[in-house]
Nanobody, 121 residues
């Protein structure tokens, strides 16, 4: 079992930055931990993922170049640093855990409850 708790979502102005955190509990060391977002009325969209064991990463296309995923092994935490935010980045951001480093949300087995990021003036 893996439990994930996200935090860090907030209102932010266009062009601003925010860092999301995902604290993992349980037997997750063999997993990849990733971020998927969902805007109202839209499908889930992959953002980024990191393999816990070796820190290998993969990024989705929509935010590539504006986000960085990282992990802190001492804190069992994965971070998503998001910069140059746009209104269309407004969404609930979910942390997920899956066996493989994948860009498909369907490959993630465990999910947190999400954290809201709202970009607007």
């Amino acid at each position: 079992q893996v439990q994930l708790v996200e935090s860090g979502g907030a209102p932010v102005q266009p062009g601003g930055s925010v860092r999301l955190s995902c604290v993992a509990h349980g037997a997750f060391s063999s997993y990849a931990l990733g971020w998927v977002r969902q805007a109202p009325g839209k499908d889930r969209e992959f953002v980024a993922s990191i393999k816990w064991a070796d820190a290998a990463t993969t990024y989705g296309g929509s935010m590539r170049g504006r986000v960085t995923i990282s992990r802190d092994t001492a804190k069992n935490t994965v971070y998503l640093q998001m910069n140059s935010l746009k209104v269309e980045d407004t969404a609930v951001y979910y942390c997920g855990a899956g066996w493989v480093l994948s860009q498909s949300p369907g490959d993630y087995n465990y999910w947190g409850r999400g954290t809201q990021v709202t970009v607007g003036r």
